[in-house]
């Protein structure tokens, strides 16, 4: 079973940065795809970005692509998400996944087995 984390959300004015990230416990993470998601009020949760554990391919959303970096410190056994240039659309909870699964991680949140928390980001206009 693996346990998730999430910290470094925060208020952020527009167009400013923040870096999230969200320590893994209980699993052999380097075995495990990660990948963040987020759900603002109202809204269904949607895929931001993941990081595959074979070979470290990245892939993203087209609304944080260029803007957007997701990163793996297997040593740590943390996954980073780096954000800059934020948008107030951008407000939302953001939660770390993880998957044992393997190939080209699935956008739909029920391909991911383990979620965290959430941590609240919210941008200021």
């Known amino acids: 079973q693996v346990q998730l984390g999430e910290s470094g959300g925060g208020l952020v004015q527009a167009g400013g940065s923040l870096r999230l990230s969200c320590a893994a416990s209980?699993?052999?993470?380097?075995?495990?795809?990660m990948g963040w998601f987020r759900q603002a009020p109202g809204k269904e949760r949607e895929f931001v970005a993941a990081i595959t554990w074979s070979d470290g391919y990245t892939y993203y959303a087209d609304s944080v692509k260029g803007r957007f970096t997701i990163s793996r410190d297997n040593a740590k056994n943390t996954v980073y998400l780096q954000m800059n240039v934020l948008k107030p659309e951008d407000t939302a909870v953001y939660y770390c996944?993880?998957?044992?699964?393997?190939?080209?991680?699935?956008?739909?949140?029920?391909?991911?087995?383990?979620w965290g928390q959430g941590t609240q980001v919210t941008v200021s206009s």
């Open positions: 209980g699993g052999i993470f380097s075995r495990h795809a």
């Open positions: 996944a993880a998957t044992p699964e393997y190939g080209t991680p699935k956008y739909s949140s029920s391909w991911w087995n383990y």
